[in-house]
């Protein structure tokens, strides 16, 4: 059990005052003051600056919090480790995982996993990097494998890997105008309604922006969905341009469905873990 002294700091930090924070906490407020005043003095620094309305954190407060945040999550791992031990449940790997990891790399890699530790439970959620991190932050995934092209993380808390360079293409029917053209110049793309990965508005952002480059209007996403199956029949039965990785380009093929003879971009992809 941590020091409840570390459990008053954080109240304090998320309500932004002593007496909201002694509400929450459960204390009066002149011993939970009592309490982070013995904090400050053992840890031999000022945590708080008091405000006319509320505290703020002083800059090594901001450090502490990171460390003790990091604690908490650590004993909430541990409480949750040795609850599996107690109650017979196997270990678990949580993984989150971006459309591209989920079809192409990851399956034959779990797969060896569990051959050689059966024991082993392996989760997977789906997503893209900006939802599977805040899963990641929160202590509810153990790695994540997706798209690491303008991650910021601290280094001190994670590492991330690169272990690909993903390219980004459009996929069409076969007998779409696209597809015979070539070679294909980026305005020919602008007539089409496009599909895209829910949320993966970034990869929509690169397109217009080098499309802006040519003043060229942008493209109009009229689909956006996190099937893959779906997206991919929908490009089978109609004009729209599928928007993907070329990792499925195997996928894609199975469909009917032919990349367009045109380079959209390319991406730094990987995988990143807390220490």
């Not at 993907?244 to 730094?268: C, N, Q």
Request: proline share 5%; glycine share 8%; net charge positive.
């Amino acid at each position: 059990m941590l020091d409840r002294r570390l459990s008053y700091f954080l109240a304090i930090v998320d309500q932004g005052s002593f007496r909201a924070a002694s509400q929450v906490a459960g204390v009066t407020q002149p011993a939970l003051t009592r309490a982070i005043r013995e904090l400050e003095k053992e840890v031999g620094v000022t945590l708080f600056q008091r405000l006319p309305r509320g505290v703020s954190l002083t800059a090594a407060g901001h450090m502490f919090e990171k460390r003790v945040r990091a604690l908490t999550l650590e004993e909430r791992h541990a409480r949750s480790e040795l609850e599996a031990l107690r109650s017979g449940r196997r270990p678990a790997l949580r993984i989150g995982a971006a459309p591209s990891w989920s079809y192409k790399y990851l399956p034959g890699a779990v797969a060896r996993l569990q051959n050689r530790h059966y024991s082993l439970k392996t989760e997977v959620r789906f997503g893209l990097k900006a939802g599977l991190h805040t899963l990641l932050e929160a202590g509810d995934l153990d790695l994540c494998f997706g798209a690491i092209d303008d991650l910021v993380l601290d280094p001190t808390e994670f590492q991330v890997e690169q272990l690909v360079t993903s390219t980004v293409t459009a996929f069409v029917r076969g007998g779409h105008p696209l597809a015979s053209q070539r070679p294909a110049q980026a305005v020919d793309l602008l007539p089409w309604p496009w599909i895209i990965y829910t949320g993966d508005h970034q990869r929509v952002a690169e397109i217009n922006s080098r499309l802006q480059e040519q003043q060229l209007p942008p493209i109009m996403v009229s689909f956006e969905m996190n099937s893959i199956t779906m997206a991919s029949n929908i490009a089978m039965r109609s004009d729209a341009v599928l928007c993907l990785s070329t990792a499925f380009t195997g996928e894609a093929s199975r469909y009917g469905l032919l990349p367009v003879p045109i380079g959209i971009g390319e991406f730094a992809s990987g995988a990143w873990f807390r220490h």
